[in-house]
């Protein structure tokens, strides 16, 4: 996979703030994808590719497939804060992560120095 940067893929001016349910976690290396169904402005669903971390960077902050797959079980609702892509596909950067419960943030990157390879990102998008 080609590496890419982060100011090559995403526009950190261009934020987003999605609220939604998980659908499908990817923990790929160099970097996974959380696919989220939310909301647009005409309240229809729409799935959203978001880019996160490596999995070894998220065990290392005490998340694993465990934390992810137990919100897509339970269909918990969750607010992502996210970049959005350049080309303006339903694909960002996720920066962090905020549980139903409103305490709890995970946070899952940032905006990091140097991304790494995309993963797939067309099978769910709408």
Not at 24 to 30: A, E, M, R, S
Not at 59 to 88: C, H, I, L, P, Q
Not at 107 to 125: A, D, E, F, V
């Amino acid at each position: 996979m080609a590496h890419h940067s982060f100011q090559a893929e995403y526009d950190e001016s261009k934020p987003l703030t999605l609220t939604g349910k998980i659908t499908k976690v990817l923990n790929d290396n160099p970097h996974g994808w959380i696919y989220l169904d939310a909301k647009n402005a005409q309240g229809r669903i729409v799935n959203w590719a978001l880019e996160i971390p490596a999995p070894n960077a998220l065990r290392r902050n005490g998340y694993d497939r465990s934390v992810f797959s137990a919100m897509v079980t339970s269909g918990e609702e969750v607010t992502v804060t996210a970049y959005a892509a350049k080309d303006g596909s339903k694909h960002a950067w996720a920066g962090g992560l905020t549980r139903a419960d409103g305490q709890t943030v995970i946070t899952l990157g940032g905006i990091p120095k140097q991304g790494g390879g995309r993963g797939p990102r067309g099978p769910q998008q709408q």
